[in-house]
């Protein structure tokens, strides 16, 4: 299976601030990488897919990239609305992985 | 606009099969590309996948549970299923399905979720 490591597990920033979150794949996915934010309560959400590809709606502070089997999502001027967990997925192969997930937390 | 929704018996004991049932709409399991994925989430913890079915009738399944899961659609009523067998207290979750689509490049994207359907398993 592709492990999936997610850092930070958690953080806490300041509103306006801009954060980064990071996903490490244990083999080359070649791309094929997604992030979701999920707030308490809710089902989660496709922010970001094919690694820097906002879905419809999505603000534009969020964006991704990759550098190797790096993944990472950037959140730009973070807004209140932004506290969520958010995880990555691969899907280059099966089974299908997720990272553990970020907590992010506004100060 | 598309929507999903998981339902399923909500509590059930040790041994038994669970049975969910994914009612959606807004797209077509029978056009090209198009697919549906259920996951899970235990409580206050991270997300699993557990299959995904696709247009072309192609199934693919967890390693991790592959030996009890069963995924399967009706196209004609918009619905997709998923069967665990012999649950335990594990299994215990929110199982979500989701709609997955093939994107511009290719690549595959979960872009709608259901709302979630809470299972709980417990003698």
């Known amino acids: 299976d592709i492990q999936m490591t997610q850092s930070p597990a958690s953080l806490s920033a300041s509103l306006g601030e801009t954060v980064t979150i990071e996903c490490l794949a244990s083999?080359?996915?070649?791309?094929?990488l997604a992030w979701y934010q999920q707030k308490p309560g809710k089902s989660p959400q496709v922010l970001i897919y094919?690694?820097?590809r906002l879905q419809d709606g999505v603000p534009s502070r969020f964006s991704g990239s990759e550098s190797g089997t790096q993944y990472s999502l950037e959140i730009n001027s973070l807004q209140s609305e932004d506290a969520a967990t958010y995880f990555c997925?691969?899907?280059?192969?099966?089974?299908?992985?997720f990272g553990g997930g970020t907590k992010l937390e506004l100060k | 606009q598309v929507t999903l929704k998981e339902s399923g018996p909500g509590i059930l004991q040790p041994s038994q099969t669970l049975s969910l049932t994914c009612t959606f709409s807004?797209?077509?399991?029978?056009?090209?590309?198009?697919?549906v994925g259920w996951i899970r989430q235990p409580s206050g913890k991270g997300l699993e996948w557990l299959a995904n079915?696709?247009?072309?009738?192609?199934?693919y399944y967890s390693p991790s549970l592959k030996n009890r899961l069963t995924i399967s659609k009706d196209t004609s009523n918009n619905q997709a299923f998923l069967k665990i067998t012999n649950v335990d207290t594990t299994d215990t979750a929110t199982y979500y399905c989701?709609?997955?689509?093939?994107?511009?490049?290719?690549?595959?994207?979960?872009?709608?979720w259901g709302q979630g359907g809470s299972v709980t398993v417990s003698s």
């Open positions: 079915i696709w247009w072309d009738d192609d199934k």
């Open positions: 083999e080359d996915i070649y791309s094929n």
């Open positions: 989701t709609r997955i689509r093939k994107t511009y490049y290719g690549f595959n994207v979960m872009d709608a």
């Open positions: 094919d690694v820097s």
């Open positions: 807004g797209f077509s399991l029978s056009i090209y590309g198009m697919g």
């Open positions: 997925q691969q899907h280059h192969d099966y089974p299908w992985t």
